[in-house]
């Protein structure tokens, strides 16, 4: 659904220094994935694991975050 900066940025940073951000991800009502590592799959880039944070319905689903540091 969205993805969004974390933490503070002052000034210019190195450009080889990664970034954090949390990415908001929206699944079916009808579905609960536990807070935990799932492996997911997409066309592009194959497989990999991702852990994932329920964080609560909204009008068209569950949402989950998953951070990147």
């Known amino acids: 659904?969205?993805?969004t900066g974390?933490?503070?940025?002052?000034?210019e940073e190195p450009p080889d220094r990664k970034r954090p951000?949390?990415?908001i991800f929206r699944g079916p009502g009808d579905v609960l994935l536990p807070q935990r590592i799932h492996k997911m799959?997409?066309?592009?880039?194959?497989s990999f694991e991702l852990?994932?944070?329920?964080i609560g319905p909204d009008e068209k689903g569950l949402r989950y975050e998953a951070i990147f540091t």
């Open 51 to 54: 852990f994932l944070v329920p």
């Open 1 to 3: 659904i969205s993805a």
């Open 6 to 11: 974390l933490g503070e940025s002052a000034g």
């Open 21 to 23: 951000f949390s990415i």
């Open 41 to 46: 799959q997409h066309d592009k880039i194959g």
